[in-house]
């Protein structure tokens, strides 16, 4: 069985002082709970706030992009190694927005991921197509695509604490969510392509998140299909009821 991962986007919300109140209030909900891995990505200034509310409890935190050098004049960027010294454990990668808003590619992803990786970061890497993609029937081409590119030169062993998120874009952010069955056949797609690059034992144990649209009133329906691993979260992650909700489908 492969636990299921739990992932908060903050995106750009809360300030380290609203940070720390969403701990606060999330906590008494979550103690207990250890059904399922929980991560929260912040904006890189709550970082630091997020790892001090959440010292001794079962949540992680996470930063929501990182650039692939360790360091250098790279004005506006945080490097693996710089997560990693404040105490984060996972980090996004290639995320629908990033792509979108800031010129990330497939090949931008794949330095990233190598860099995260190489630094004991566990990257949780997004792919997923947009509308047009999805309407002209290429879903499978585009996710194929991106996974090969993401996944170029690294070993089997290097990908075991991988996670990957798939976010139809479409569904970001719009209140539509893929059905349960969309979304499984785009979990084995990608399972597929990763048993290609790093082999059946590895692609078994990779854990595929669904992101898009995520909510308390259809976590469950989500999180009971068995190709689902678990959720990347939005909007509903903002606030600590909805998001222990989903946690605790």
């Known amino acids: 069985m492969r636990k299921k991962l739990i992932a908060a986007n903050w ?7 609203q940070a720390q109140s ?9 103690w207990e709970h250890t059904r399922d ?30 650039f692939w050098e360790k360091e250098g ?49 566990k990257p949780i890497v997004c792919v997923g197509e947009v509308l047009a993609e999805r309407e002209a029937g290429v879903t499978e081409d585009v996710l194929r695509r991106q996974c090969s590119i993401a996944f170029r030169e690294i070993s089997g062993g290097e990908a075991i604490p991988m996670v990957v998120a798939y976010e139809p874009v479409w569904a970001i952010g719009t209140g539509k969510t893929a059905t349960p069955e969309l979304a499984a056949e ?20 990779l854990r595929i998140l669904y992101g898009g ?27 600590a009821k909805s998001f222990a909700a989903i946690v605790k489908w």
Request: charged share 20%; proline share 6%.
């Open 73 to 121: 004049a790279y004005t506006g960027a945080i490097s693996a190694p710089m997560l990693r010294a404040v105490g984060c454990s996972h980090v996004i990668i290639g995320h629908s927005e990033r792509r979108q808003y800031f010129g990330e590619t497939d090949d931008t992803v794949n330095r990233k991921l190598r860099a995260a990786l190489a630094a004991g970061l």
């Open 11 to 17: 995106k750009m919300h809360k300030t380290p002082e």
């Open 186 to 205: 785009a979990h084995r797609t990608i399972r597929a392509v990763a048993a290609e690059a790093f082999g059946e034992g590895v692609a078994t144990q």
């Open 22 to 30: 969403f701990v606060s209030a999330l906590l008494p909900h979550l």
């Open 37 to 66: 891995e929980i991560v929260l990505c912040p904006p890189f200034l709550a970082i630091p706030a997020v790892i001090e509310a959440t010292k001794d409890s079962p949540i992680g935190v996470g930063g929501q992009d990182m």
């Open 213 to 239: 649209s995520v909510k308390p009133d259809n976590a469950t329906l989500l999180m009971s299909q068995q190709e689902i691993d678990g959720a990347l979260v939005g909007g509903a992650s903002l606030d």
